[in-house]
């Protein structure tokens, strides 16, 4: 009875100690301790852990480890144990929870049970042999379990079971004040970790500085194992590798490479999920995997040996930035929300100035196009200039330009790149054979469009269309097709091969081309009206000149038969002609009569009257100097006379 009372006073002054030392825990060392040395004091055990429950998935994870004690430490699965999430519905850890108070196992009758947890096994395998376990409970809810172990059968004694299940309650309460003073310490470290990280992004300007700051700032994470940040395209529909860890960089691997350079589908089952929470989202990369997720970068994840990523939602405003994905194993929502804030407005900045510069290029690369353009005046100038600004400049090419008719239906080839149709097998009989209207559906879509029509060949192809065929050739993934319009005047179609062009630049350059075709247009109208009157021209000289040959000239007498001969001769000749015959005998229209005669008939007769102070024959100024005179022609005064002309003393000599 003596021993019996003592046992229990001993039991009640070991209870008091250890109730004083718990009211003392302030973290997990302190409680650490308590365990290590303080009841150690008392009882034998090897050592102890604290495990949490997690009451959303259904499992318990560790919380505090004795380090220095674990036999376990250096066994293979370690790491495994310390990661793993162990189930709460198995039956070994059912019965512990079912139990009044602590229970105890032999680890060889209960380890190798379905369902039961490994780390039952692996303490075996490192000389433990019994497990005494208590559920912690906070206001009757289970919150934890301790674990006590020994390398000992039958190592736990009843006072040491009444020991754990009197103080099991005020370790309840030290494991919740841990837990609260954790979260305290780990809200004023978020605190000073935004601080310093929006301090960091403040100083952000360019894209590299953005990358400089987000690496110093996400490199403080727990257990980070990479990070990459994707940004949406201007096409809306994809997003590609914006900034990536530099310490997962390999550029020796082909697959990662071609990820960094990739434009992965906005739309995937992944990336549209994470853009339309306003939360972070952890996924399980096996889990997506069996989900029928086919993203190469997941792959490339489970590849490299991720278990879960974190994908953060970067948005200013309403409008979506991008998506950060972490590799990381658990959610800190209101740090990562924190850290995208201040990702997301440096991003928006950097994006605005990039547009602004975009812009910039964009114009200053059309006023080049359009001074190009503004020397055009041919149809194989345009060709050249447009294959310079394609092929050169946006790395793309010229499939067709189709004009429409006169007759305001059908749409000839006007130009188009023929490497293109040669890749497809098609020979230029067969296009030319193909006679396309305005009222073609592809064709009809894009004239009755504004701002013109973009297709994606990878989608056309599933339609079975037989120009998304053609259009596979190229090896592009974007079919660009605007109408041309010059003013109100629909000119024709173009259609333009790329993987992307800027709507800027596709506008710009399309306006300058419709200027130049009808520019190149109103001159071969220019060129053919002029050569039509050329044509008539020549057929009414030649009618005046079988027709009414020296019809100005009133005479058939035998002086005039005369003169007539005598001109017929030297009109085809390149020789100078002097006329002589007194005033008002018809000189100018012999003149005239010879030169429209002539070879030099096209150009202009100059008449020159001079005063002759005697009768010889004057030499003959020419452009090419002096020249002598061959050939005299005399009006006779007889036929003066039949024209009534007046009579002047003076001569005129005409040349």
């Known amino acids: 009875m003596e021993n019996g009372q003592a046992a229990l006073e001993q039991e009640r002054k070991i209870l008091l100690a250890l109730g004083n030392d718990i009211a003392r825990v302030r973290e997990k060392n302190d409680l650490l301790t308590l365990f290590s040395q303080r009841i150690k004091s008392f009882f034998y055990f090897t050592h102890t852990i604290v495990t949490l429950i997690e009451s959303k998935d259904e499992t318990y994870t560790p919380f505090l480890l004795d380090n220095d004690h674990s036999p376990i430490r250096d066994h293979n699965r370690y790491g495994e144990m310390l990661a793993a999430h162990f189930s709460l519905n198995d039956p070994f850890i059912q019965a512990v929870l079912a139990a009044d108070g602590p229970i105890s196992f032999i680890l060889e009758d209960i380890m190798d049970l379905p369902h039961s947890p490994a780390f039952l096994r692996v303490n075996y395998e490192r000389g433990v042999r019994e497990i005494l376990m208590t559920t912690l409970r906070n206001e009757e809810k289970p919150v934890g379990f301790i674990h006590i172990y020994t390398d000992r059968a039958e190592g736990f004694s009843s006072a040491f079971r009444n020991i754990i299940k009197g103080i099991s309650p005020q370790l309840a309460s030290a494991v919740a004040n841990i837990i609260k003073n954790e979260e305290i310490l780990n809200k004023e470290k978020e605190k000073s970790f935004l601080l310093d990280f929006s301090s960091e992004i403040a100083a952000v300007r360019t894209k590299e500085d953005l990358a400089l700051a987000v690496h110093t700032g996400l490199s403080k994470l727990n257990a980070l194992r990479g990070y990459v940040i994707r940004k949406i395209n201007e096409d809306g529909e994809t997003l590609s590798t914006y900034i990536y860890d530099p310490a997962i960089a390999n550029f020796d691997d082909p697959e990662w490479v071609a990820l960094t350079t990739a434009r992965f589908p906005l739309y995937d089952g992944l990336q549209n999920r994470v853009l339309e929470s306003y939360i972070p989202l952890l996924f ?171 297709f994606n060949i990878a989608e056309e192809l599933k339609t079975g269309s037989a120009y998304a065929q053609l259009w596979a050739t190229t090896g592009f993934k974007n079919v660009y097709a605007m109408p041309l319009r010059a003013g109100n005047k629909v000119l024709g179609t173009i259609w333009l091969h790329s993987d992307w062009i800027s709507q800027l630049v596709l506008r710009g350059i399309c306006a300058q081309i419709s200027v130049a075709i009808d520019n190149i247009q109103a001159n071969e109208k220019l060129l053919a009206y002029k050569k039509q009157l050329e044509v008539e021209n020549d057929y009414l000289k030649e009618q005046i000149k079988t027709i009414y040959n020296f019809s100005e000239i009133v005479g058939s007498g035998e002086a005039m038969q005369e003169v007539y001969r005598l001109m017929s001769i030297v009109s085809t000749t390149n020789t100078t002609v002097l006329v002589l015959g007194e005033t008002g005998t018809g000189k100018e229209l012999i003149a005239r009569a010879l030169h429209n005669a002539s070879s030099r008939k096209d150009k202009l007769m100059v008449k020159v009257n001079c005063l002759v102070m005697n009768a010889a024959p004057l030499p003959v100024r020419s452009t090419g100097g002096l020249v002598s005179l061959n050939w005299l022609i005399t009006v006779p005064y007889s036929w003066m006379k039949l024209a009534n002309c007046r009579w002047k003393r003076n001569r005129n000599y005409y040349a």
């Not at 590849?303 to 948005?315: D, Q, S």
């Not at 990562?336 to 290029?361: D, H, P, R, W, Y």
């Not at 100038?381 to 305001?408: F, P, Q, T, Y």
Request: aromatic residues 8%.
């Open 284 to 454: 399980s990369v096996e889990r997506e995997v069996q989900r029928g997720i086919t993203s190469s970068y997941l792959h490339y994840w489970k590849k490299v040996g991720y278990k879960t990523m974190v994908g953060i939602r970067l948005h200013y405003g309403i409008t979506n930035l991008g998506i950060l994905w972490l590799g990381i194993e658990e959610i800190n929502i209101q740090l990562l929300q924190g850290i995208c804030f201040q990702i997301s407005v440096a991003m928006a900045n950097i994006v605005a100035n990039e547009q602004v510069e975009k812009t910039q290029q964009d114009q200053a690369f059309l006023l080049d196009f359009s001074n190009d353009i503004a020397l055009v005046k041919t149809k194989p100038d345009l060709e050249a200039a447009i294959s310079k600004v394609l092929d050169n400049a946006l790395h793309s090419k010229l499939s067709m330009i189709r004009l429409i008719e006169e007759d305001g239906v059908n749409m000839p080839a006007y130009m188009f790149d023929w490497t293109l149709f040669v890749k497809a097998g098609i020979t230029f009989d067969q296009m030319s054979s193909s006679v396309i209207t305005i009222e073609e559906p592809y064709t009809a879509k894009v004239l009755a469009s504004k701002e013109g029509v973009v």
